[in-house]
């Protein structure tokens, strides 16, 4: 389960997907960001048919990697950028969805009774 305020950045430039967890958290170190901030790092092949996500948990570095069978993953264009996601476009992403249709809701705050 993906806390719902998690920050997401998902790397638009393909990486080498023989590399590990700790080999990509050492690539979000030499991009200039702390890897050990508790946000998830998406990854991506040169074939849109894998993701990789690393992110610390407070005890160690975990990773989930998913592979389409028959479809591929919707990536933004390759670049130099990185793309902050939210919570549901994450999840659009990791399962095979455009996330670019993901538009959030804005909820207004209630205010109490009385």
Known sequence: MIPSGVTVYVASTPVDFRKGPLSLMALVRDGGVDP??????????????????VWWDGSGVCLHAKTLEQSQFCWPR??????????????????GLDWKRVRPVGVKRPRSMG
């Open 78 to 95: 390759i670049g130099p950028a990185r793309l902050r996601l939210n919570h549901a476009q994450l999840l659009a992403l990791v399962d």
């Open 36 to 53: 050990f901030d508790g946000s998830l790092y998406v990854f991506r092949p040169k074939t849109a048919d894998r993701v990789k996500i």
